[in-house]
């Protein structure tokens, strides 16, 4: 079995003929060694336990209405930030914030909508591209009017508004 510093020694030499077209080092080139970062996928970030045993899941949610939950959110910071006109990397970084958030806390106690607006807040400054947080919160507020589809609050009453009306109307008259 090769020894993984014998696997890190053979990356740099293979990365050391790429940078030299494909030829060793010569004497005079001085090769550093800097260390390695060795990834595969038995180092994943997040285990595969804590993947399977969300807290949400924890908590009872089902992991359909979970996977929903978490496509609603990232689809919320998709389209805020193409409000925001914002760049593609600080949405990605919004959603990689909320993704990650999740797989620490549950659905159940935190609401998406203001977790996806404060990880798109904070994806924006680390990207470099900040909005002011009455921005987020408007364009936020926007997409949740146009995705529920509703109605002024008149609109909403006036069918009751009417109803009464003709009430009033029949009980003096």
Do not use: W
């Amino acid at each position: 079995m090769i020894s993984r510093e014998t696997r890190c020694s053979e990356k740099r030499s293979l990365h050391v003929q790429l940078c030299f077209g494909g030829r060793m080092a010569s004497a005079r080139q001085k090769v550093y060694n800097y260390g390695s970062v060795f990834i595969s996928l038995e180092n994943c970030i997040i285990p595969a336990d804590k993947l399977e045993k969300t807290p949400s899941a924890l908590d009872g949610l089902p992991s359909e209405l979970e996977t929903d939950l978490r496509i609603v959110g990232c689809e919320y910071i998709q389209t805020a930030g193409i409000l925001l006109k914002l760049p593609q990397v600080a949405m990605a970084t919004g959603q990689v914030l909320f993704q990650r958030f999740y797989f620490s806390k549950s659905f159940i106690r935190h609401d998406v909508e203001v977790y996806a607006m404060a990880s798109l807040f904070l994806a924006a400054k680390i990207e470099e591209s900040p909005r002011r947080i009455r921005d987020v919160t408007n364009v936020f507020h926007h997409i949740k009017q146009r995705r529920n589809q509703k109605q002024s609050q008149y609109a909403k009453l006036r069918p009751v508004v009417d109803i009464f009306k003709t009430q009033l109307a029949t009980g003096i008259g």
